[in-house]
């Protein structure tokens, strides 16, 4: 068994327990406070040149461009940020994103969605839906952690149903596709990972889904058909991620219907340690995910 990095046990070792609760009053206070620690790390890819930004919309949709200078392929990556629903933005997630775009050579393409509570659901999946209407006409892949995980399973739900062109391949980060909140790791792992608490869940799921039944694969998308035509996935979680249980029956659900499915299961790592650029296991992981959408990409099918 491969040991942690120094890296990984000093996160652990440093990390704030208990993670304090969230709450309404504090939620602004809260996406603050995340888009500041985060902001060192956005900034430190930043200065390594081999990417850019812009923002532009698509169909009244702010988004965030994430161009390399090294374009290598004319397929594009429609990218769903994490946070809950209630917070996050396309900023905050360029520590996972811009990687990716620079290790595929592909244009990656962030919605900023509406968030909860100002507007619950479906508002950020009408505003995802609306980017992914726009970029279907041609080869794309797809990849969303968390909160994102959950809208990219709903948007390719929705697009069957619309008989749009479904994404190439697919990539989830500790998806959170189960928002009744199910498996057995948000009881196990509740303490032991350093990202994310059953308590956030529930708050985070009240708020964005209100009264509206939560098992609607709409809103839950693990609930939703799945066979063999849905695309290539590869998921991503760890032994300490609260959602480590939705990810294996994701990817269980997956492989019993017909789907073509990579699930890494990560020793001892938690929520989506990918957005934390400096642990060495995140870099192998981000290459991992960018090789798996290149090598499915690149088949002729995709032409």
């Known amino acids: 068994m491969k040991l942690l990095s120094i890296e990984a046990r000093r996160a652990l070792q440093n990390a704030e327990t208990p993670l304090t609760d969230r709450s309404l009053s504090g939620l602004s206070e809260l996406r603050y406070k995340t888009r500041q620690e985060i902001a060192p790390s956005v900034e430190s890819i930043f200065k390594q040149k081999n990417f850019e930004t812009e923002i532009k919309e698509i169909r009244g949709i702010p988004c965030l461009y994430v161009y390399p200078l090294q374009l290598k392929v004319n397929w594009q990556i429609l990218y769903g940020y994490g946070g ?3 917070s996050g933005s396309p900023f905050e997630d360029l520590t996972i994103a811009a990687p990716i775009s620079v290790a595929t050579g592909a244009v990656l393409i962030i919605p900023d969605y509406r968030l909860a509570p100002e507007n619950p659901w479906p508002a950020a999946l009408d505003d995802s839906f609306s980017v992914y209407q726009a970029l279907s006409d041609k080869p794309f892949g797809l990849v969303g952690e968390s ?13 069957r149903q619309a008989s749009l062109r479904l994404p190439d391949a697919a990539a989830f980060i500790s998806p959170w596709c189960d928002l009744t909140n199910s498996g057995d790791s948000i009881d196990f792992n509740d ?29 839950s998308p693990i609930n939703g058909a799945f066979d063999s035509t849905f695309p290539p996935c590869y998921i991503s979680t760890g032994t300490r991620d609260l959602l480590m249980s939705q990810s294996v029956s994701l990817a269980d659900k997956l492989c019993r219907q017909g789907g073509t499915v990579k699930l890494r299961v990560w020793q001892d790592l938690w929520h989506v340690f990918e957005w934390d650029n400096n642990l060495p296991e995140a870099k ?8 798996f959408l290149t090598d499915h990409m690149t088949r002729p099918s995709c032409s």
């Open 284 to 291: 192998t992981s981000i290459r991992e995910i960018s090789n």
């Open 191 to 219: 303490g032991r990972d350093p990202a994310l608490t059953k308590q956030h869940l529930k708050f985070a799921a009240e708020h964005y889904a209100g009264e509206n039944d939560r098992s609607d694969p709409k809103i």
């Open 147 to 159: 909160a994102g995980g959950n809208l990219g399973l709903a948007l390719i739900h929705l697009a």
């Open 84 to 86: 809950g629903f209630v």
